[in-house]
């Protein structure tokens, strides 16, 4: 029974072991997952073996070209070996490289095997050998994706694995291994990522070193750009159709992504070239064709070419932001703005090109040696500035080697036409000279002078002469302004006795206001009044006119009334005067009834308390030495009894006087 059981179960497994044989052995039955791929390897072949290659495009034994996909499939095991491996998986944002097995060797002048579009990324291998494929690593690269590669024609290198069947030495292993370790080192897994901040353009760029093609043009550095058709070096193919060369490149990666195979080209960042406010950028090109001098045949400095020419470049970057190719050429900066270079040891620009220059050791007239600080502006016109660029390299060789020579024998010499008093107080003269000679000089080099400012001389520490003529000067000065201060303070005195009048007046302005009114009032009254008065006086003139017709008409008659009395009286006083014997009795006669008349009529004592006296000589003061009317009288009627004989005119004149002479009132 037992014997019979153990036959039982030999012939089971016998059965089972020649189903093994007949289905997975000599039938070759393989199952491929959908996520999984297969190389059939042949062990042998009625059509003989390879010999320079690796796949089998000929039913020979060795690798075949295409792959088992996913599902069932029958080799049988006496012939071909199965190598069964998942799908090549490259992730988002990463970069795999391939290095083929097979194919035809490279040129010289390759490092990488040409890209072969009928490959399919890799993926259809009898289409890649037979278009002309080449071994060895490869332009082309696998980017984010899923892939059926025939891993035994292709190595895949990831940043993580190496993807092959690996049927070789060591040395190949080693070999990929190390180029695995070169891509990690270039961050060649990644694309090339050059982005901005919010929106703005970054401040670096890519500078691009091509590693495949043809090799630079003797005396060149840098290859010129071919265009934009290899999309910025992500088609090394077309890069190299257009006749692209390897080495630096002139054109730039600017802000964006980029693909691109690093074994075939590396990708240096470098920051963007800066033109600031206030600057140009004069170019410097080390490439580019020979150019015409566009200087003319004055200038002997050297040439100005255009664009795209080897040399200094006649027209500058403007202010603003370039991605230049520093391996191409150099940007100068020049400043636009003033430039103040300083001749003072402790004062230094922001710019430094004054940093080597000290002040100016002069010898004056008077054989006074001190130093001299300086300031000159000046200005570069944006247009010149590739003039003086290729005159003098930079500013600090034009400040160095120019500048500071030709500023310092300038006031040199002047120093030495004047004394040290005069080289102070006669600064301004000498500084608008200074301005006015140097202007021409500095238009030699194509600059611009603006100012020359003239600091005070200083003297070496050990010399105390020169400050001690500074310290007559201030006495002097201050002397100067003493005087002056007295005469503001003089003048603020006199402000001041203004100012208190004025207050004076103001204080008394409504006053005065009122009496300028009550003056305008009696002014208008004064001409009313006026006006009246002259309508009165014409009134009376006319009235008077009239009046005086009258008068004259009525003083006719009267006067002619007059005439006839007058002359019957002179008739009748001259009958008088001859019966009275002669004119002076006449007069007196008339003259005591006249006081008889006139004694009768005042009803005056006969005999006066108070005496007038008419004509005295005397003191005045008693009745001695005086005359009176009556006494000259009584002496006229005594000489004529006496028989004297009297002048009527002296008489006359007599009693006139007498009548006339100031009356003497004597109690």
Not at 38 to 60: M, T
Not at 549 to 577: F, M, P
Request: glycine share 8%; aromatic share 6%; hydrophobic share 40%.
């Amino acid at each position: 029974m037992d014997s019979w059981i153990y036959v039982a179960a030999l012939s089971i497994i016998g059965a089972i072991a020649l189903l093994y044989l007949l289905v997975f052995v000599i039938l070759g039955l393989r199952i491929i997952r959908s996520d999984e791929v297969a190389v059939v390897e042949k062990w042998w072949s009625p059509k003989g073996s390879l010999k320079d290659s690796i796949i089998a495009l000929k039913g020979e034994a060795g690798y075949s070209p295409s792959l088992l996909r996913g599902g069932i499939h029958f080799r049988t095991a006496l012939m071909f070996r199965i190598h069964k491996y998942p799908l090549i998986t490259i992730p988002q944002g990463q970069i795999a490289y391939l290095f083929a097995r097979d194919g035809k060797p490279l040129s010289p002048t390759q490092t990488l095997g040409k890209v072969i579009t009928e490959a399919n990324n890799f993926q259809d291998v009898t289409g890649f050998l037979t278009n002309g494929g080449q071994r060895g690593p490869q332009r082309g690269i696998l980017r984010e994706g899923t892939y059926a590669i025939n891993l035994a024609q292709f190595i895949v290198i990831t940043p993580n694995d190496i993807k092959a069947i690996f049927t070789g030495s060591k040395n190949e292993k080693m070999e990929l291994a190390s180029m695995q370790k070169t891509l990690i080192e270039r961050n060649a897994f990644s694309p090339v990522i050059i982005m901005g901040v919010r929106n703005q353009d970054s401040d670096i760029m890519g500078i691009v070193t091509v590693h495949d093609g043809i090799s630079l043009e003797e005396g060149e550095i840098i290859a010129d750009s071919v265009g934009d058709e290899h999309a910025s070096f992500q088609d090394p193919e077309k890069f190299l159709a257009l006749g692209g060369r390897r080495g630096k490149q002139l054109q730039v990666l600017t802000d964006g992504t980029y693909y691109i195979n690093r074994l075939f080209a590396t990708v240096e960042f470098r920051p963007k070239t800066v033109v600031p406010i206030g600057f140009v950028g004069v170019v410097v090109s080390f490439f580019g064709k020979e150019g015409v001098d566009t200087t003319g045949i004055n200038y002997r400095h050297g040439e100005l070419v255009g664009a795209g020419c080897k040399g200094v470049l006649e027209k500058p970057l403007m202010p603003g932001k370039y991605a230049f190719n520093t391996d191409a050429g150099k940007v100068v900066l020049v400043p636009t703005t003033n430039i103040i270079l300083k001749w003072n040891r402790a004062e230094i620009g922001s710019h430094k090109y004054d940093e080597n220059l000290t002040e100016v050791d002069i010898i004056t007239k008077d054989a006074f040696e001190p130093s001299l600080p300086l300031s000159v502006v000046m200005h570069i016109d944006y247009k010149q500035a590739p003039w003086v660029i290729q005159r003098f390299g930079d500013i600090n060789m034009l400040v160095n080697q120019s500048l500071d020579p030709l500023v310092s024998a300038y006031f040199k010499d002047v120093a030495q036409t004047k004394t040290l008093i005069e080289l102070i107080q006669e600064r301004s003269e000498i500084r608008e000279r200074a301005v006015a000679e140097m202007r021409e000089k500095f238009q030699k080099y194509n600059l611009q002078l603006e100012e020359v400012l003239i600091g005070t001389p200083k003297s070496p520490t050990s010399d105390v002469q020169i400050e001690n003529i500074l310290m007559q000067l201030r006495e002097r000065q201050i002397a100067e302004e003493k005087k002056i201060t007295y005469q503001k303070q003089q003048s603020a005195a006199e402000s001041e006795k203004s100012l208190r009048e004025a207050q004076a007046v103001a204080e008394q302005q409504s006053f005065l206001t009122k009496s300028k009114i009550q003056i305008e009032i009696e002014r208008n009254s004064g001409a009313a009044l006026a006006r009246r008065a002259e309508q009165e006086a014409n009134q009376i003139i006319a009235l008077a006119k009239a009046n005086a017709s009258k008068i004259t008409l009525e003083g006719e008659a009267e006067a002619s009334k007059e005439s006839n009395v007058g002359l019957a009286k002179a008739r009748a006083i001259d009958a008088q005067v001859k019966a009275y014997g002669g004119a002076e009795f006449r007069v007196i006669q008339e003259v005591t009834d006249k006081l008889a008349d006139a004694i009768k009529n005042s009803k005056v004592d006969i005999v006066p308390k108070t005496v007038v006296t008419m004509g005295a000589t005397g003191n005045g003061d008693s009745m001695n030495g005086s005359n009176t009317v009556m006494d000259t009288l009584l002496k006229f009627i005594t000489l004529d009894k006496l028989g004297v004989s009297l002048d009527t005119a002296a008489v006359n004149e007599t009693v006139k006087s007498e009548i006339s002479a100031p009356a003497k009132i004597v109690d």
